[in-house]
């Protein structure tokens, strides 16, 4: 990363430090630990954004987040709008809102879901019309077709990782449930509970019905 991009950090030091000069005193502001000097948080109860430097060329990145969950992101290369534009999503702006006056922020329809508190419903809308697209979605469609059928499922929050679906309570930073489901060859399924049994389930059904009794477990 080239320093001569940053004048403002050649002169101030770090970017907290050129955060707390440009907005008011008032404004919660941190350091992440991982990246000193290049990074500011501003951090509010049920949301925050993280600012980044970029590193081949003069831009200010930001992640939004709500409710613990990372919901949009951003670019500028002009730092006031990027400090503005998170101050604003700090004290409660809409993404309508954020959209019209920072047009450099990407506020879609995860963020919109997020903001109705539908965000659990929005993923596994997803997760039903691109089961037979998704690389990671093709070998697990049947569990996801029946799953998405089944209201007391449909209140947990989906996640993949690379070829395993999980659930947690939130779209947020909540933690994992612990029960995992990973399709085998043979056409059925592995299970997985908090306990780290792992089971072989043959049939879709069976698989949903040992996924809710680990689940209300």
């Known amino acids: 990363m080239e320093t001569s991009w940053y004048p403002e950090l050649e002169a101030e030091g ?24 290049r990074n500011v948080v501003l951090n509010r109860p049920d949301r925050s954004v993280n600012v ?67 965000g659990i419903e929005y993923k596994w809308r997803q997760l039903h019309a691109h089961r037979d697209e998704a690389p990671q979605l093709v070998p697990l469609s049947r569990f996801i077709e029946r799953a998405a059928a089944e209201p007391r499922l449909r209140a947990w929050f989906p996640f993949t990782s690379h070829f395993t679906l999980g659930f947690r309570r939130t779209p947020g930073r909540a933690p994992a449930a612990g029960v995992w ?26 698989t949903v019905a040992r996924v809710l009794a680990l689940l209300d477990g």
């Open 181 to 206: 489901v990973t399709a085998v060859r043979d056409g059925g399924f592995e299970v997985q509970g908090p306990d780290r049994e792992t089971v072989v389930v043959p049939d879709v059904e069976t």
């Open 14 to 37: 770090t970017l907290l430090a050129v955060f707390r000069r440009l907005l008011c005193p008032d404004v919660p502001l941190e350091e992440m630990k991982s990246w000193p000097g």
């Open 52 to 118: 980044t430097l970029g590193y081949t060329e003069r831009r200010f990145l930001l992640q939004f987040w709500l409710r613990g969950a990372y919901v949009a992101s951003g670019s500028t290369a002009d730092l006031a709008a990027a400090a503005e534009a998170a101050r604003d999503w700090a004290a409660g702006a809409t993404t309508a809102e954020m959209t019209t006056a920072w047009p450099f922020t990407e506020f879609g329809a995860w963020a919109r879901a997020c903001e109705r508190g539908e």
